[in-house]
């Protein structure tokens, strides 16, 4: 069978429900809230030589990051390095992660033909551990080096030949707050792979691995000229944006973050000179994210026209300038690179671009992921308890409607943790949680309004608070009005309200109520009068 149109298609759906599947059997086995309710995992199929095949539809900023922890396990072993049952563990985010708690699991899958095993591709997956260790509980510290921020695992081998490296699996739990939930979630994600080997396997086996690989390469390359096509509609220039994130959590210095993006014929340059050098506090982002972002606004301007995998990647070139924000060098704390300075590059990203397409492009949206994370002793189970809780906020408003209100964009692509589970597995009550009415920006079509969501303590508790957008307003675009930036607030006993910066770690009481105000949306055009 040659590879044709429906060929094609027939063989990236079945890549991508071997990605879903995956990611079902880590859904259901998991032990965390955090994986089992907020979904904040990924999935994702490899060829042979690491690049990415197909993928489901996860989390933005893991996927289009996960490629370089596959490399870095290929750069560790090499292909002969990993034969049949290996696997391999990673989350250093200067080998291939993105911060700490992402753990990821790289394994090859082998066919049999003529008496030997060949390598078919890889399978792979990436889930937020909600702590690794660190100096909070959460992982995510306002920390000076990667060292404060949890257990560092370069590229070393879960797994040999089908046994699993129980010492290893002792050495993560050990370094943990909560060792039951990561020896529940790493067993989640191992037999998440083991699902996956086996699919892609069936499918070598139902087509034969000359067809399954020509498939591969095949699915690469139609993305690319399908980029490239996109890329040639796109009106020739240059394109410039900038904006600043609120600090880096230690000094009150705005950070800003530039781009510049160049269209000519169809190749794309994206070069972020002129982005702050990398920062003492924690918001630096690794490459690999940086890479996610780009990756992430490209597919948004293709479309679905595009099989979602490294292709799209290949008429683009990106500049990262050594030693800035959005390529720091080792060991420069990046707990909050993944989660909040993503968000800002993909504004600024966004920004540029809709100077090219302004009729494509929204608004900023509320350009945060609200990280929230709290820790400390069960007094009423008498056991220690981690949570960690991303927070939805405005979507920007489009070009041909209202943003959507209390919904998680761009980089992050999460659920809430639902009451009932929060109330039944932490020692919290959440008093409210509604839409923050009348946030999002005014326009000709109005920006997507915030949350509230205040949490009450029932025991003692250290937070740590990673937010963005208190201080800069998400933008409005074509004359729409900028949304409302977000709010931290402690209520001491319930009553007295203190304050809180975007970026803080504080100790508190049964009793104190935390309030998360979210930011809305950007509006887009004028407003009517």
């Known amino acids: 069978m040659p590879v044709d149109p429906i060929s094609l298609e027939v063989f990236k759906n079945m890549f991508i429900s071997v990605a879903d599947e995956m990611g079902v059997a880590l859904l ?44 870095a396990a290929l750069d560790t072993f090499g292909a002969d390095g990993l034969r049949p049952g290996d696997m391999v563990i990673l989350n250093d985010p200067y080998l291939g992660g993105t911060h700490l708690p992402d753990i990821t699991l790289v394994a090859p899958v082998y066919f049999a033909q003529g008496g030997e095993k060949h390598l078919a591709g890889f399978v792979a997956n990436r889930g937020h551990h909600a702590d690794v260790g660190g100096m909070t509980p959460g992982s995510l510290p306002l920390s ?19 046994r699993l490296n129980q010492e290893v699996v002792q050495i993560i739990c050990r370094n943990s707050r909560t060792p039951d939930e990561r020896k529940g979630d790493l067993a989640a994600q191992v037999a998440s792979i083991r699902v996956g080997q086996r699919r892609l396997q069936e499918v070598v086996g139902r087509y034969g691995p000359e067809l399954t690989l020509e498939h591969m390469a095949a699915l690469l390359d139609y993305a690319e000229r399908v980029t490239r096509q996109a890329i040639r509609r796109i009106p020739e220039g240059v394109y410039r944006a900038l904006d600043y994130m609120d600090d880096d959590g230690l000094t009150d210095q705005p950070v800003p973050i530039a781009v510049t993006i160049t269209v000519s014929g169809e190749q794309m340059t994206v070069d972020f000179t002129g982005t702050s050098p990398q920062r003492p506090g924690c918001i630096n982002a690794p490459r690999a994210v940086t890479v996610s972002a780009c990756l992430y606004m490209v597919r948004c301007v293709v479309g679905d026209a595009a099989p979602a995998n490294q292709g ?11 030693g800035s924000l959005v390529n720091p060098e080792p060991q420069h704390g990046v707990a909050g690179g993944n989660v909040e300075t993503s968000q800002r590059i993909t504004d600024v990203l966004f920004a540029a671009m809709s100077q090219a397409l ?52 761009h980089m992050t692509n999460t659920m809430n943790t639902p009451i009932e589970a929060l109330e039944f597995t932490f020692p919290m009550r959440l008093k409210r949680y509604a839409l923050r009415h009348g946030s999002g920006g005014r326009g000709k079509h109005q920006g997507g309004d915030g949350l509230v969501r205040d949490v ?47 970026k803080e770690t504080l100790d508190v009481v049964p009793g104190d109520v935390l309030s998360i105000r979210t930011p809305g949306g950007g509006g887009w055009g004028k407003p009517e009068a």
């Open 358 to 409: 302004p009729q494509l492009m929204p608004a900023s949206s509320q350009g945060t992921m609200n990280n929230l994370l709290i820790g400390g002793h069960d007094l009423a189970r008498d056991k220690p308890f981690v949570y960690y809780e991303t927070i939805a906020g405005g979507m920007g408003a489009r070009p041909t409607k209202d943003g959507i209100s209390g919904i998680h964009t």
């Open 28 to 71: 259901r086995t998991a032990y965390s809230s955090n994986i089992k309710e907020r979904r904040d995992f990924s999935c994702a199929i490899f060829d042979p030589a690491g690049q990415m095949v197909a993928q489901a539809a996860h989390q933005p900023v893991h996927l289009g990051a996960m490629p370089a922890s596959v490399q």
């Open 144 to 162: 000076t080096e990667l060292y404060q921020e949890g257990l560092i695992l370069p590229p070393i081998k879960l797994a040999r030949g089908g």
């Open 456 to 502: 009450e303590f029932l025991s003692p508790a250290r937070v740590t608070i990673l937010s963005e957008r208190r201080k800069f307003a998400p933008p409005g675009y074509h004359g729409g009005h900028h949304g409302q930036p977000g709010e931290n607030v402690l209520l001491r006993g319930g009553v007295e309200e203190v304050a809180l910066a975007g």
């Open 312 to 322: 799209c990647l290949r008429p683009v070139r990106l500049i990262t300038p050594q």
